[in-house]
T-cell receptor, first 113, second 112 residues
Framework: GESVGLHLPTLSVQEGDNSIINCAYS??????FIWYKQESGKGPQFIID?????DKRQGQRVTVLLNKTVKHLSLQIAATQPGDSAVYFC????????????FGKGTLLTVNP | SQTIHQWPATLVQPVGSPLSLECTVE??????LYWYRQAAGRGLQLLFY??????ISSEVPQNLSASRPQDRQFILSSKKLLLSDSGFYLC???????????FGNGTRLTVT
């Protein structure tokens, strides 16, 4: 079935470097995408979202890029800090659903001091 | 501001015992409500969602059920727990359609 997946299960970076976390989606009808951060023992925390009528959106130290041609989503974190260490999930609105989000398996980001 | 409460934080239950996990949302009206399960090191699996009182949609046939007795209350239940029901259960709410889900801090359920 169609699903959201991640290219890299783990990513290790040095403090101060930029991080890029990638996500592939296969449902071309999905038109809303979200990135979440999940720290150990906690629920996922919303980071940033993007709709399919955009290809880039920026937040504080984070940027999401959407390439609909190749069904690819990425999260860029600038000047990565130890507090950014967590599992990051991408999610899509399940083929255009107004109510349901489908999550990828997640990427573990480790920031080394 | 909106807040979501989920309890208990951890729970250890024997096989065959009943389950009731409760979730409440404050500061919003008529939210969409969700139950997800997360296995260790895995992604989030949608179990149930509700767009209104008494309206429950089940995504995965299983040993669990959900109910929404009040607008901002969502309950996950089981009559008899199985070992495979162990996991991290997350409640979430969504305001407007196609907007972010906001999650509670989850319940870690261990069935022994």
């Amino acid at each position: 079935g169609e699903s959201v997946g991640l290219h890299l299960p783990t990513l290790s970076v040095q403090e101060g470097d930029n991080s890029i976390i990638n996500c592939a989606y296969s449902n071309s009808a999905s038109d809303y995408f979200i990135w979440y951060k999940q720290e150990s023992g906690k629920g996922p925390q919303f980071i940033i979202d993007i709709r399919s009528n955009m290809d880039k959106r920026q937040g504080q130290r984070v940027t999401v890029l959407l390439n609909k041609t190749v069904k690819h989503l990425s999260l860029q974190i600038a000047a990565t800090q130890p507090g950014d260490s967590a599992v990051y999930f991408c999610a899509e609105n399940s083929g255009g659903s107004n109510y349901k989000l489908t999550f990828g398996k997640g990427t573990l980001l480790t920031v080394n001091p | 501001s909106q807040t979501i409460h989920q309890w208990p934080a951890t729970l250890v239950q024997p096989v065959g015992s009943p389950l009731s996990l409760e979730c409440t949302v404050e500061g919003t009206s008529n939210p969409n409500l969700y139950w997800y399960r997360q296995a260790a090191g895995r992604g989030l699996q949608l179990l149930f969602y509700s767009v209104g009182i008494g309206q429950i949609s089940s995504e995965v046939p299983q040993n669990l059920s959900a109910s929404r007795p009040q607008d901002r209350q969502f309950i996950l239940s089981s009559k008899k727990l199985l070992l495979s029901d162990s996991g991290f259960y997350l409640c979430a709410w969504m305001g407007q359609t196609n907007s972010p889900l906001h999650f509670g801090n989850g319940t870690r359920l261990t069935v022994t």
